[in-house]
């Protein structure tokens, strides 16, 4: 009792200081906080990922379009060079500005081509006539192999019309298609002999009807067996026109009314000679001869072939490479220009 006195503190709270935890500074945490904070403090150091830079491309420089020459310089041997150069033509040309380069062209092709004459051998409108028929699906260096032995043995519509029709096939057997060949010649022959006394009409309506003949071989014998303008459109034909942007029409009805549209009636058949002329020389399908080409700066497409001159001048043909023509008894100017005759059938 003293002691409790002393110290001025009651029993009872003396007994209660003996029961209560004495307390400390630092608080107690529950066992869930701590494990938490030890996994987090246990996590590993998140790894520095360097950003990995795309792969820099080369940039790869624009293909430069091909230019045309700036003056149309010959490189075909005995080709005159242009003597007027034109800009290649705007996307948008004028009616009058196209009409214009189109008849350019023509007198620089006739520069070019002053003896182009039809390729196939006749000696009378009634062989012209057959020798067009016989061309479809082949070469007319093909024709004028075969037609030669087929005239001498049926020189008239008559002999031709009376023909035994195998003995015809066996001489056409190297034109191609020569049953349907056959059937075609010998059946315009018998309507020549029926209905115009067996002499051929001058006349596009009546060449029309005959068998095997359209607009096309029409045209043919009218240019050059009567001397009636016509355009020709052949394959060559629509393929030059086109690249040329003289139409973007594809049929070929359509192409000769464009086209005749552009040009005088009386140059309807010369240009379709220099056209086929050019087409077969220079201004092929697949490879055009474009460095050797004497309109070059007049045409839109240039580049779509062999620009390197001397490249361009191997891909020449007939006599504008050196090499013997279509017909075996071509015109006198061809030969002075330094054409060859073809050779015979069989003869290479």
Not at 167 to 173: A, D, Y
Not at 178 to 183: L, S
Request: proline fraction near 11%; aromatic fraction near 6%; charged fraction near 30%.
């Amino acid at each position: 009792m003293k002691k409790a006195a002393s110290t001025g503190k009651t029993a009872a709270e003396a007994a209660t200081e003996k029961t209560e935890p004495q307390k400390t500074g630092t608080p107690k945490t529950s066992p869930r906080k701590t494990s938490s904070r030890k996994a987090a403090s246990q996590k590993p150091p998140a790894q520095k990922t360097s950003a990995r830079k795309p792969p820099v491309r080369k940039a790869v420089p624009p293909r430069k379009a091909a230019v045309a020459p700036g003056k149309a310089t010959a490189a075909v041997e005995g080709t005159p060079p242009a003597r007027t150069v034109a800009p290649k033509p705007p996307r948008k040309e004028s009616r009058t500005a196209l009409v214009r380069r189109a008849r350019r062209i023509n007198r620089e092709l006739a520069e070019v081509y002053p003896y182009a004459h039809p390729e196939l051998d006749f000696e009378n409108p009634f062989q012209l006539l057959v020798a067009t028929v016989l061309s479809a699906q082949t070469t007319d260096l093909r024709v004028n192999q075969t037609t030669p032995a087929l005239f001498a043995k049926y020189p008239t519509p008559e002999d031709l019309a009376a023909a035994d029709p195998e003995e015809v096939e066996e001489i056409l057997r190297p034109t191609g298609f020569f049953r349907a060949k056959t059937k075609s010649v010998m059946g315009l022959s018998r309507m020549l002999v029926e209905e115009f006394g067996g002499e051929v009409p001058n006349r596009l309506e009546d060449l029309v009807r005959l068998p095997g003949v359209g607009r096309k071989t029409a045209f043919v014998v009218l240019g050059n067996a009567f001397g009636r303008p016509g355009i020709t459109v052949d394959t060559h034909f629509q393929r030059l026109v086109r690249r040329w942007k003289w139409t973007e029409e594809t049929d070929p009805d359509k192409i000769e009314a464009a086209v005749g549209a552009l040009f005088p009636k009386s140059e309807w058949t010369m240009l379709s000679h220099r056209v086929i002329f050019h087409g077969r020389r220079i201004c092929h399908a697949r490879k055009p001869a474009c460095g050797a080409c004497p309109i070059a700066p007049l045409c839109p497409a240039y580049g779509e072939g062999e620009t390197d001159p001397e490249k361009a001048k191997k891909l020449l043909k007939y006599e504008k490479g050196g090499l013997p023509g279509q017909r075996l008894k071509p015109p006198q100017s061809y030969l002075d220009a330094g054409g060859r005759p073809a050779p015979p059938l069989g003869a290479g």
